[in-house]
């Protein structure tokens, strides 16, 4: 009787081992859980660089295709006008610019 109650005390320590091992050891429940919540946020970010991916290749083409996107470019970055238009900036901070002086009159 007494080899089958040390056998069975051994079994004991090893499930007991085994269990420490799933739960807490190298590539446990714990790392597989954090493992999955990266994994997530991943995604996440991959869904957001693919979503402006698009946008980027749909503007791509359509500066490709036609001249009123390159043309609204040119206006709104590079500030350029067609011949014979006239080009007014406004200033929307608040601020007026200073006034030159007034000419003083000659004594």
Do not use: C, H
């Not at 869904?47 to 791509?60: D, F, G, I, M, S």
């Not at 609204?72 to 901070?93: C, N, Q």
């Amino acid at each position: 009787m007494k080899p089958l109650r040390v056998l069975l005390l051994l079994l004991a320590l090893l499930l007991g081992l085994l269990q420490y091992k799933l739960w807490f050891g190298n590539g446990g429940q714990r790392e597989v859980e954090a493992m999955r919540a990266r994994v997530a946020g991943q995604e996440a970010e991959n869904l957001k660089l693919q979503q402006r991916n698009e946008a980027l290749k749909a503007e791509v083409e359509n500066l490709k295709s036609g001249e009123a996107a390159v043309e609204e470019r040119a206006r709104s970055e590079l500030g350029m006008v067609k011949p014979g238009e006239t080009f007014y900036r406004v200033i929307e901070d608040g601020k007026a610019p200073p006034a030159a002086p007034a000419p003083v009159p000659p004594q």
